[in-house]
């Protein structure tokens, strides 16, 4: 496999094309924004957690019948997917309030919630990633009837094989954020990356915070609560 011309940089990862059309690396760096770009930063370290950690989901996932974008690890930072048009859609998935949620609902972080919500965002910079619905969706032709109906039975699935994964070393998975394409023959899969980046991980008993949100809130600690998501998956380096 050749890594040829870049062709994509985003906040987090770099996209590189190679001698097979339908093929991509991904190249995943540690730089760190939020506020949709407006803080910026670096965690020494998080590129290889968040490629390593994605990989083991995705394979995880693929075993449990979830098609994804993965092929193959081939450094700690740098990773073959399938190349992909991406569905414009943040799929956000949460089982306890916090977040955004919990400030335009005003209710406390931390609260359990009876059943899973989805929510779905348009991913566009300019406009903050404004949050639509199935409606929404359909009248600007983002996706198809049928595309929703699978990403939400996905989304579903995912989350449920997920709190599952994660209880077992001790984690609670607050919320997280899926990316699904459309590969070249039309398959469906998930794709970017399932990372402390785009997930909500709390200590189960300290209810301690392993992901972003140290960084988006200035809380300190935060290659240190990365390098503990690493080490309970037991991540090599
Ligand atoms: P929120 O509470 O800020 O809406 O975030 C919900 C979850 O989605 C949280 O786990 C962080 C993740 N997320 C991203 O990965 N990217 C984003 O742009 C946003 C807004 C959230």
Redesign the pocket.
Known sequence: MKKMEQLYEGKAKKVFATDDPNLVIVDYKDDATAL?GKKRGTIVGKGAINNMMTNRLMKMLEKNGIPTHFVEEISQRETVVRKVQIVPL?V?V?NVA?????KRLGIPEGTPMRKPVI?Y?YKCDELD?PMVNEYHIAAMGWASDEQMAKIAEYALKIDSILIRYFKDINVDL????LEFGVTGDGTLVLADEISP????FWDATTHDKL??DRFRRDMGGVEDAYLEMARRLQIEE
């Not at 607050?174 to 954020?177: A, E, N, T």
């Not at 980046?197 to 909500?200: A, I, N, S």
């Open positions: 949709n943040e956000i949460r916090a977040g955004s949620l919990s929510e965002c990633d607050i919320d997280f954020k980046d785009t997930c909500r992901d972003k």
